[in-house]
């Protein structure tokens, strides 16, 4: 029995099949990167990778999306959100 309004192109993440896909990619990228910073001794060694893709794509689709804070400024947004990461 199908549940009402189910959409099999749906994914459980609430996001169309295409798209999950296409965002899942980007994700496995993002990870390759801090788990690269993580082995190169960039990045600490306990970092939670899982935690950090969600610390650094919230605020940027907040902002990109909603405009959220008014306050600050596109120019340099997304280098200020790595700085601040990093700290």
Request: cysteine-free.
């Amino acid at each position: 029995m199908r549940a009402q309004g189910f959409d099999p192109d749906v994914k459980a993440s609430g996001l169309p099949a295409d798209l999950d896909g296409r965002i899942a990619h980007i994700r496995d990228v993002m990870r390759q990167v801090l788990r690269r910073g993580v082995s190169s001794g960039e990045l600490r060694p306990d970092l939670d990778v899982e935690l950090s893709l969600l610390m650094l794509n919230g605020p940027s689709m907040m902002q990109n999306m909603f405009q959220w804070n008014t306050a600050v400024p596109e120019e340099g947004f997304q280098e200020a959100l790595v700085d601040a990461f990093l700290r």
